[in-house]
């Protein structure tokens, strides 16, 4: 003899854990074309005054929905506005920034020898130094040219 489930109760009352999507989708529509009939018996007033009532309620989200749309494209705008000024003045200090530089490397270089790194006795200016036994990279075209990884 077979023990008796939850399943075979339920099946007896006509009750059943898993449904089909067939079915699901029947009780459904049912369950909707019922509500709609009680709604129809029991409305306050009457189809023609309802769909006024509809139309009013909507007519005033859609102004509603309309006003926030603008409010928001007025604040993204003003947000847009502060956005390009804040940009703008970055890039008018990362200009001076750069323009500062270039004239502090330009007056450091005045009157170097590129080809051999020297830099002119008088000007004060001292070539850059990386250390003890920093010693710069020969020209181009001077030196061994084999490879070294070999």
């Known amino acids: 003899m077979r023990a008796l489930g939850l399943d075979d109760v339920l099946g007896w009352v006509g009750l ?13 529509g049912a369950g909707v074309a019922v509500g709609a009939g009680v709604g129809v018996l029991f409305a306050p007033m009457s189809g023609e005054e309802l769909r006024r009532a ?4 909507f007519y005033g989200w859609k102004d509603e929905a309309s006003n926030e749309l603008d409010k928001a494209g007025s ?18 200090a990362a ?26 006795k008088d000007s004060g200016s001292s070539p850059p130094t990386r250390g003890a036994g920093y010693k710069p990279a020969e020209p181009a075209g001077r030196g061994d040219r084999g490879n070294s990884l070999s």
């Open 16 to 28: 059943m854990r898993k449904r089909s999507p067939i079915g699901t989708v029947a009780a459904f």
């Open 54 to 57: 509809m139309a009013r309620r």
């Open 75 to 92: 604040e993204i705008k003003e947000l847009e506005h502060k956005v390009e000024k804040k940009l703008g003045d970055a890039a008018d």
């Open 95 to 120: 200009k001076c920034t750069v323009d500062a530089a270039a004239g502090a490397v330009k007056k450091a270089t005045e009157g170097a020898d590129i080809r051999t790194g020297a830099f002119p």
